[in-house]
């Protein structure tokens, strides 16, 4: 166990939809990132949050969006869902930022959320 | 994203093999991560290594960082069943990005 979590672990919708998803990151972690894997693909990068700021964004659609809260939780927005964002996404946290000075920037990620858009 | 060049891709071998398998870059790296993945679960940290040279042991798993920090290489001696899954290696700079290799997905038969 991680000590990441993330809720829903499945999630099944139509095309056109929007869902959210929810990720708590260990205690005391400051960063969030999240990642979407589609079948045997790789892990791709889509936003990293800190302490409540957006410090990088990857690969992420203008369809999707996500926020962390004071409490460091982060949640991802996905709308307008097509057959193409099914996937499995992760959420991953960290102590603080790659290169800090307490920190090589080791990731710990939830069981992921498995989105199945019908 | 950039990526790290992971080799092989693809690796099938039986029980009791050994393997390595490389990832590489032209860039220097403040650290370097290793991960795996099982089928639908999220990927597990398995070790960083941070000084060039650096050699680092964990049970039949050995990983080393290249001298120049830019490269780095996971040797698993007699592979088991269990050690089926996705290998990603994951470059630090000294900044917030990450580089993310593309991933050795590793069967072991028995």
């Known amino acids: 166990d991680s000590g990441v979590t993330q809720t829903p672990k499945h999630l099944i919708t139509a095309t056109g939809q929007r869902v959210t998803l929810r990720c708590s990151p260990r205690?005391?972690?400051?960063?969030v990132y999240w990642y979407q894997q589609s079948l045997d693909q790789g892990l791709q990068f889509l936003i990293h949050?800190?302490?409540?700021?957006?410090?990088a964004k990857g690969n992420i659609l203008e369809r999707f969006s996500a926020q962390q809260f004071p409490d460091l939780h982060s949640e991802l927005n996905l709308s307008s869902l097509e057959l193409g964002d099914s996937a499995l996404y992760f959420c991953?946290?960290?102590?603080?930022?790659?290169?800090?000075?307490?920190?090589?920037?080791?990731?710990?990620f939830g069981p992921g959320t498995r989105l199945t858009v019908l | 994203t950039q990526l790290l060049e992971q080799s092989p891709q693809f690796l099938s071998i039986q029980e009791g093999e050994n393997l390595t398998v490389y990832c590489n870059s032209s860039?220097?790296?403040?650290?370097l991560q290793w991960y795996r993945q099982e089928p639908g679960e999220g990927p597990v940290l398995l070790v960083t290594?941070?000084?060039?040279?650096e050699v680092k042991k964990l049970k039949r798993l050995t990983f080393q960082f290249g001298d120049a920090r830019k490269d780095s290489s996971l040797h698993i001696t007699a592979a088991q069943t269990g050690d089926t899954g996705l290998y990603l290696c994951?470059?630090?700079?000294?900044?917030?990005?990450?580089?993310f290799g593309t991933g050795t997905r590793l069967q072991v038969f028995p």
């Open positions: 991953a946290s960290s102590v603080g930022l790659a290169g800090g000075m307490s920190s090589y920037n080791e990731q710990f």
């Open positions: 205690s005391g972690d400051l960063s």
């Open positions: 949050y800190y302490n409540g700021e957006e410090r």
């Open positions: 860039s220097v790296f403040s650290s």
């Open positions: 290594v941070v000084t060039g040279g």
């Open positions: 994951v470059g630090n700079y000294n900044t917030d990005k990450l580089i």
